[in-house]
């Protein structure tokens, strides 16, 4: 079995790509991602989420929303939130629409845009969540400082993603599931194997968990930290736009 990583996207054609592999895995994103991790991803969303201190009746932006994952999350977890999704898939929105009938309740509008173009004024927001999205957008830094010009001062952004373990020993066990066992599971699930090789190799360009940290105090948030889940091998970072 090979577990080399592959080499990622052209960075020209990285937006392109991603939106075309997200449109195809739509339909059985959801499935797919509990039976990869074995349903643990709900409960690091729950983790993720109470982070955010989320102020009631606030108004909260989840970046990359995907199907709603977060969204409806956060809607949970206090009804009074007015939450907005974002993400540039619309196949990927359509599916977070269809869901969103489903659940009932709750004040959520699902738009297509890019995330380091947001189409928002400037401290909208009174908090922001993106969960695994963070290794795919095709700049970290602008993605950064333009959700850090759309909340207002205080606000919380919460980014939850896969990381890099610090043990060894744990990171190679971790990433011989990862890189040579999920794409197997994935490709059998969602149809699309293609899709969940690209995604554990998204992680191996993507920085440690220090070094995003870093890029959060670098892009204007303050209080930067993380917290690691998992072994290391997911990790929640957060900041507060200054």
């Known amino acids: 079995m090979n577990l080399s990583p592959a080499a990622p996207p052209p960075k020209n054609d990285k937006s392109a790509y991603v939106r075309d592999m997200f449109a195809t895995i739509a339909p059985r ?40 994952d977060i969204v409806f999350h956060l809607l949970r977890t206090d009804p009074t939130l007015r939450v907005t999704g974002v993400d540039f898939c619309e196949p990927m929105l359509a ?42 957008v095709a700049g970290i830094d602008a993605t950064l400082r333009e959700v850090r010009r759309v909340l207002k001062p205080g606000a919380r952004f919460v980014n939850l993603d896969m990381s890099k ?44 968990a220090e070094a995003l940290r870093d890029r959060f105090t670098d892009a204007g948030f303050t209080n930067a930290a993380f917290v690691r889940l998992m072994g290391g091998a997911v990790a929640i970072h957060y900041g507060d736009a200054s």
């Open 95 to 136: 599916q977070a629409r269809a869901r969103s009938v489903r659940e009932g309740g709750g004040s959520t509008e699902f738009l297509e845009g890019d995330v380091m173009a947001l189409p928002f004024a400037d401290k909208t927001f009174d908090g922001a969540t993106m969960g695994f999205a963070m290794r795919n």
């Open 29 to 68: 994103y959801d499935r797919t991602n509990r039976v990869i991790s074995a349903g643990m991803d709900e409960g690091w969303r729950k983790r993720a989420i109470a982070l955010l201190r989320a102020p009631a009746g606030g108004s909260i932006i989840d970046l990359c929303c995907g199907t709603g």
């Open 165 to 208: 373990a610090p043990n060894p020993a744990w990171k190679a066990c971790f990433d011989l599931y990862f890189y040579g066992i999920v794409p197997l599971i994935g490709g059998i699930v969602s149809g699309s194997r293609a899709a969940y090789t690209y995604l554990p190799n998204s992680l191996t360009h993507h920085p440690g």
